[in-house]
């Protein structure tokens, strides 16, 4: 079983930066992809990025050169650097782990956190 916390949201400018975290717990920690999604209100979840136990990663058109995802198995921990932020990046941002390879959709992810909000100011 694994379970997943994320912290690190907040409320920052348009232009200014933040690193999520999400800690895992679970002894398969290390051989899972994990990823980030994130809802905006009113929007379906969506796919942010995603990184392989091999530390290969793929990301949305829409955060690329803008956000890196890295991953700690030491530390059973994966992080999301988020550069150049815009209010559109305003969402609540979830992690989640499962699957294989380097899946983009939510469905082929079994282990999700509650979630943290990120908001940008205009």
């Known amino acids: 079983q694994v379970q997943l916390a994320e912290s690190g949201g907040g409320l920052v400018q348009g232009g200014g930066s933040l690193r999520l975290s999400c800690a895992a717990s679970g002894s398969t920690f290390s051989t899972y992809p994990m990823g980030w999604f994130r809802q905006a209100p009113g929007k379906e979840r969506e796919f942010v990025a995603t990184?392989?136990?091999?530390?290969?990663?793929s990301y949305a058109d829409s955060v690329k050169g803008r956000f890196t995802i890295s991953r700690d198995k030491a530390k059973n921990s994966v992080f999301l650097q988020m550069n150049s932020l815009k209010p559109e990046d305003t969402a609540v941002y979830y992690c989640a782990a499962g699957g294989s390879g380097l899946p983009r959709l939510g469905y082929e992810y079994d282990y999700w956190g509650q979630g943290t909000q990120v908001t940008v100011s205009s």
């Open positions: 990184i392989s136990w091999t530390h290969r990663t």
